[in-house]
């Protein structure tokens, strides 16, 4: 006998609040006697209890019974045979690789699947499904139990998010179409409910957590030979902690940090002047739980050179750009924008224009038109003054702001968080905020055309600018998963993973798909070699507190459901329903409140 719903059976801990009950006195009751003389040798008992003597009359365990017999009926319990078809799907995302106390998640899980190998009939078949980085069958089908532990002992966790499936849907479908008597998800989330087909088996604890979510190597700026690097830690846990960061190049140590990073937050930090190295590597040398996200990857920027599209009306002012070294810049009307291919720009510039919705490259805006959804704007001013500003700020270095008077500005009155770097009486006029971990920047006024040395506080302003969006132009690599485009027609190529497996490249392939593990893949064609770093970016992955439950509703109808399971509750109920008959006609109904048995010419007396 199984329980689909065990939680209810902890009503049976309640069971001992029946004897309450019976351990209370009474409340006296009025009588009346004809004669007092029988009464007159009773006296108050020295042994008597507080609380009464316990008197438990024969109704009292059947009302145990009735109570018991409905807690077992809201468990749901149903009489099991031994499936002969099984599917057993593990979860095999990179939060599997979460320790408890020294064993892993997936280990705990893998355990879990080899105890229901053992309970199986040795001719029963068995299929196994992984769900990263899609719900898929693993292996042959039909494996026996013997050859479906060998396997399993084969697997490992991958440095992948799950699949974003309705569970409930895709388990039942999966038991439908394959016809399984019953299917295991073995995972380390929690579940609600479970099927007569589907079982939930959760692993691991919610554990606390840090990560380091973000990590890039770019130029400080367009005239500095160094790189400057960014990262971004997050503290997934429920109190304020202590995590020190550190940076290595080409396996070398170069940098070391201490960050206090509040709960639940993130806080981002830079390391300037690191010197150049093939790839660079950030970790935190706090130990946790997960060591996968303890560490990103970052390669050294190929070119000193900042990409532009600029979208514009005006192009001859914004053309101006192309005088500062090290600016490519490309120029389209703003009904072209959507059939621009933008893959290839480090920075794309709005000019009196706006999109329908917000690039993925990092984003400048000048004077945007309404509506859009980073800011509205406010009534015109001409010669406005700048009334406050960012100290330390890189748009804000050598700004002579005293000096810096645009002839035309819009205060701007912003629609979405982010901070004001440059303020005049009326509003912002520069406001910065990033989305996704994409800088958006936001002006009131016109900076270009671009004077150089004619117009220095307006021109130092816009060298800024471009190395502010610097730090965002950094190769940040790809998303594991994310698949690596290759050079098309080239043959006899191969990537070495993070492992170091040598894969030789088929000719004409246009890309590499097997990027599940992070870490810097080395591309190699001929006497050339490139690197690629892969990082996981599932914050879903990395946050162990608790995660989202599995809602299970339903059955999976399979093909051997009825004779696998039989429900067994309603027989429960059945058996209360007739206690409580055999209860009303054993127990009479209490006489009427307040009725009295009367004695002409008696005088009342009250007893317990």
């Known amino acids: 006998m199984e329980f689909l719903n065990p939680t209810a059976l902890y009503g049976l801990f309640a069971l001992p609040l029946l004897l309450v009950p019976y351990l209370l006195r ?17 006296g108050a008992d020295p042994r008597a209890r507080p609380l009464g003597r316990l008197r438990l009359p024969l109704i009292f365990l059947l009302q145990l019974l009735l109570l018991a017999l409905m807690i077992f009926a809201l468990g749901e319990p149903v009489l099991t045979a031994r499936p002969s078809k099984v599917a057993i799907v593990l979860d095999n995302s990179a939060s599997m690789q979460a320790l408890t106390s020294g064993k892993t998640r997936f280990d705990s899980a893998r355990d879990k699947a080899l105890e229901i190998f053992a309970d199986l009939d040795y001719g029963a078949v068995l299929d196994i499904y992984l769900n990263a980085p ?20 084969g697997l490992k966790p991958v440095d992948l998010g799950e699949a974003p499936l309705d569970y409930n849907g895709a388990l039942s ?37 840090y990560a380091i979510t973000d990590f890039g190597v770019h130029h400080g700026s367009l005239t500095d030979v160094r790189l400057t690097g960014s990262a971004e830690v997050a503290n997934f846990s429920s109190t304020e902690s202590r995590i020190v960061i550190a940076v290595r190049g080409g396996g070398a140590p170069l940098v070391t940090r201490e960050l206090v990073v509040a709960a639940g937050a993130q806080v981002s930090t830079t390391f300037e002047g690191l010197p150049l190295h093939p790839y660079y590597e950030a970790l935190i040398e706090t130990r946790d739980s997960l060591a996968l996200d303890n560490r990103r990857y970052a390669v050294s920027p190929a070119t000193k050179k900042l990409r532009i599209l600029g979208i514009s009306p005006r192009p001859q002012a914004l053309a101006s750009l192309r005088a500062i070294a090290g600016v490519e810049l490309d120029i389209v009307a703003p009904r072209e924008y959507e059939k621009t291919d933008r893959g290839r720009y480090d920075l ?67 629609q979405t968080p982010g901070e004001s770097i440059v303020s005049s009486p009326d509003g912002p006029l520069v406001y910065a905020t990033t989305k996704h971990g994409v800088g ?16 220095l506080p307006m021109s130092i302003f816009t060298v800024n600018m471009i190395d502010w969006f610097l730090a965002f132009s950094g ?16 043959s006899g190529a191969e990537i070495i993973t993070p492992a170091g497996e040598q894969i030789s490249l088929r000719s004409g392939a246009s890309i590499f798909s097997e990027t599940r593990y992070q870490g810097i893949y080395q591309m190699i064609n001929r006497a050339e070699k490139s690197l690629m770093a892969v990082n996981l970016r599932d914050l879903n992955e990395s946050d162990l507190r608790q995660s989202a439950p599995i809602v299970l509703a339903g059955e999976g109808n399979a093909k051997g459901e009825k004779s696998v399971l039989l429900p067994f509750w309603p027989y429960f109920m059945l058996a209360a329903l007739i206690l409580v008959l055999l209860e009303w006609f054993i127990n009479p109904r209490m006489a009427p409140f307040g009725r009295r048995i009367q004695v002409r010419g008696a005088m009342p007396f009250k007893v317990n």
């Open 173 to 209: 479908q999966l038991a439908r179409e394959q016809e399984y008597d019953r299917v295991y998800f073995l995972t380390d989330r929690p579940a609600r409910g479970q099927s007569g087909v589907i079982r939930v088996i959760t692993v691991g604890q919610p554990q606390a957590n």
């Open 134 to 153: 899609r719900l898929e069958r693993f292996g042959r089908a039909n494996f026996t139990p013997p050859e479906a532990a060998r396997a399993l002992r």
């Open 26 to 42: 009474r409340k006296p009751r009025r009588y009346v006697f004809s004669s007092l003389f029988i009464f007159s040798a009773m």
């Open 440 to 455: 958006f920047l936001v002006l009131g006024f016109d900076p270009f055309p671009y004077l150089g040395q004619d117009n």
């Open 348 to 414: 794309e510039i709005f000019h009196f224009s706006a999109p329908a919705v917000l690039p993925r490259n990092p984003t400048l805006f000048i004077i945007p038109p309404s509506p859009n959804e980073l800011v509205d704007l406010r009534n015109p001013a001409t010669n406005s003054s700048v009334s406050g500003w960012r100290e330390g700020h890189p748009l804000t270095r050598y700004v002579n702001f005293s000096l810096f008077r645009p002839s035309y500005a819009r205060a701007l009155k912003p």
């Open 475 to 490: 190769d940040r690599g790809k998303a594991t998963g994310e698949p690596i485009p290759l050079i098309a027609g080239q």
